[in-house]
């Protein structure tokens, strides 16, 4: 539902753009904060491999069966991970659907204390590594702690917790 929700916000902010928006305009939302400003990006993020976007469709759909997979499989378990890993692939999908459909990503999020414009589904990414990354190192780590104290240890919280 996460993965769902990215792809159709996306997918409706960028149509919101492109109808409102001439490529190169920018609208101000938040005087000295954020504009939106419609640019056309080829490439990967931050203009990277521009003109080679569609070779990222490819690597979109294997994240997506693949992760589809994980999840059916058990191996992506966990609210962080699952979220994360939604965000991730919602992102995903969100851009490769602007280059199937453009051969470009829309792009329009402008913060003007930050360099470069990205899109939901940019953002959408972003977080997704972040909090596959918590679960990875931080959640992981009190996982494997807890599976090691003693049980004698965690009966006394338990009744000291009143439980």
């Not at 929700?5 to 149509?15: A, E, G, H, M, S």
């Amino acid at each position: 539902m996460v993965a769902s929700f990215v792809i159709i916000i996306d997918q409706l902010t960028k149509y919101w753009i492109r109808t409102y928006l001439s490529v190169g305009d920018t609208m101000v939302v938040w005087e000295g904060v954020l504009n939106f400003t419609h640019i056309q990006n080829s490439g990967a993020a931050f203009g990277l491999f521009e003109g080679f976007g569609r070779l990222f469709v490819p690597v979109a759909i294997i994240i997506a069966i693949v992760s589809i997979f994980m999840l059916n499989k058990g191996y992506i378990n966990g609210k962080v991970l699952e979220i994360g890993t939604a965000l991730f692939v919602g992102g995903a999908v969100g851009n490769a659907i602007d280059r199937i459909l453009f051969n470009q990503v829309t792009d329009f999020i402008h913060f003007q204390f930050r360099q470069g414009i990205p899109n939901l589904a940019d953002y959408a990414l972003s977080f997704g590594v972040v909090l596959i990354f918590i679960d990875s190192v931080i959640v992981d780590a009190i996982r494997k702690r807890r599976a090691t104290e003693p049980e004698t240890e965690i009966n006394e919280k338990n009744y000291d917790q009143g439980r």
